[in-house]
């Protein structure tokens, strides 16, 4: 299994500021992936967080809302940028280890508001 | 595209009660079917988890049988705790297999003594 440390854990942020989430795993693991919650909705697939290169978005998602950076293979960071109420949110890690979809793990997650 | 439906909350049960949480699924192909659990506090964990038709995950007392002709995934227990008490989650992942998961809205449980 996979541990997966998710700072910070909550945070409260003004309109046009940005805010980095970071995240570390405690093994090396193959693929990272950024989701977030919003208030009363299911978890969406933000992008994909790849080693060495840039991520790959899922539709509505740009890079220039959601930088992310994934130096090595332990860690990853989300940037939620010019941030408004909207971005309000939970923004979760995964990480995926071995060759199958069941082997994904999760982190506790970042509560983020912004006024 | 594919997508995953589930029953809306909060549940609220005695315990003892017997659970069912619905799931339905629209997908193209043949996706990998799960349930995910997050307790207060903490996050995301795979509950149980079913790969084909017919196929059936359990895990902790919790079933859910992969029916491919309703395309349903529901969740059951027969006696729930006070310990169950958490969100769960339905999902698929497509036939691609990349570990992308697509979730429905999450169920919030809440069982009392």
């Known amino acids: 299994s996979a541990v997966i440390s998710q700072k910070p854990s909550r945070d409260i942020c003004q309109r046009g500021t940005s805010l980095t989430i970071q995240c570390q795993v405690d093994s090396q693991v193959t693929m990272m992936f950024w989701y977030r919650q919003q208030p009363g909705q299911s978890l969406t697939l933000i992008a994909t967080?790849?080693?060495?290169?840039?991520?790959?978005?899922e539709s509505g998602f740009v890079i220039d809302k959601f930088p992310i950076s994934r130096p090595n293979l332990t860690f990853s960071t989300l940037t939620v940028s010019n941030m408004s109420p909207e971005d309000s949110s939970i923004y979760l890690c995964?990480?995926?280890?071995?060759?199958?979809?069941?082997?994904?793990?999760f982190g506790s997650g970042t509560q983020l508001s912004v006024l | 595209g594919d997508s995953v439906t589930q029953m809306e909350g909060p549940v609220t049960l005695s315990e003892e009660a017997f659970l069912t949480i619905n799931c339905t699924y629209t997908?193209?192909?043949?996706?990998?079917l799960f349930w995910y659990v997050q307790y207060p506090g903490e996050g995301l964990q795979l509950l149980l988890k079913?790969?084909?038709?017919?196929d059936k995950g359990s895990n902790k007392g919790f079933e859910a049988t992969y029916r491919k002709e309703t395309t349903s995934f529901h969740l059951e227990k027969g006696s729930v705790q006070v310990s169950d008490s958490a969100v769960y989650f339905c999902a698929l992942s497509g036939s691609s297999n990349t570990g992308k998961l697509i979730f429905g809205q999450g169920t919030t449980l809440q069982v009392k003594p």
């Open positions: 967080a790849n080693q060495g290169s840039e991520a790959t978005y």
């Open positions: 079913a790969t084909k038709a017919d």
């Open positions: 997908a193209t192909g043949y996706p990998s």
């Open positions: 995964s990480a995926r280890t071995g060759g199958s979809a069941e082997k994904l793990f």
